[in-house]
């Protein structure tokens, strides 16, 4: 139980054109999931909080209409990098909280983007 | 801010070894997840601690949660190569603005060598 899946699991792009990310959550329903990034051999770093329904919530320094999350079922929530630049280049990583006491959340496998 | 120190941040052992994995903060946590990464790949939830003062066991992997719900160690014993991964230790945040976040400590990458 508790699998995330994420599309696609790499993806090379050109600057200046935008890359969509899907996040679902397969076996059970998230009303919230969350979108890190990660930099080689350190730890994730939050970029946005996604609720269901409603507007994401953005960590400070990160541009809300360059990262743009949309939340709009249970199972699924979208990143899609716009107007991509290779500073933007790094391993995308969604998890989904389940639903219950512990705070606990599951990720997915992450989304390699390369932006040349 | 709640911050999480992880260490130590390198951990290189031979095979059969122990080794012990420390997370500490001022601040309280709600709960605290350990997770282990692989290159490439998602982080993987091992075990979730939420009393004071608890202790768990996974195979050769022991989780301790500080009484004061501030701390925690993982405690490996005889390591094998298969261990080898980032270790991330992670706290929840029991409500406010933070509720559900995860705070993550810097991680400690082990390699386990045969």
């Known amino acids: 139980g508790a699998v995330v899946s994420q599309h696609p699991s790499w993806v090379i792009c050109k600057s200046g054109t935008s890359v969509k990310i899907e996040c679902r959550s397969l076996?059970?329903?998230?009303?919230?999931m969350f979108w890190y990034r990660q930099f080689p051999k350190q730890s994730l770093m939050l970029m946005a909080t996604?609720?269901?329904?409603?507007?994401?919530?953005?960590e400070q320094g990160v541009e809300k209409d360059k990262f743009l999350i949309n939340h709009a079922s249970l199972t699924l929530s979208t990143l899609t990098v716009t107007s991509a630049h290779p500073e933007d280049s790094s391993f995308y990583i969604c998890?989904?909280?389940?639903?219950?006491?512990?705070?606990?959340?599951?990720f997915g496998p992450g989304t390699r983007l390369t932006v040349t | 801010t709640q911050l999480l120190k992880q260490s130590p941040q390198f951990l290189s052992i031979q095979e059969g070894e122990n080794l012990t994995v420390y997370c500490n903060s001022s601040?309280?946590?709600?709960?605290l997840q350990w997770y282990r990464q692989e290159p490439g790949e998602g982080p993987v939830l091992l075990v979730t601690?939420?009393?004071?003062?608890e202790v768990k066991k996974l195979k050769r992997l022991t989780f301790q949660f500080g009484d004061a719900r501030k701390d925690s160690s993982l405690h490996i014993t005889a390591a094998q190569p298969g261990d080898t991964g980032l270790y991330l230790c992670?706290?929840?945040?029991?409500?406010?603005?933070?509720?559900?976040?995860?705070?993550f400590g810097q991680g400690t990458i082990l390699t386990v060598h045969p």
């Open positions: 998890s989904a909280r389940f639903q219950g006491g512990k705070n606990e959340q599951y």
């Open positions: 076996d059970f329903q998230a009303t919230t």
């Open positions: 996604s609720n269901e329904g409603s507007k994401a919530t953005y």
């Open positions: 601040s309280v946590f709600s709960s």
């Open positions: 601690v939420v009393t004071g003062g």
């Open positions: 992670a706290g929840g945040s029991a409500g406010g603005t933070s509720y559900g976040k995860l705070t």
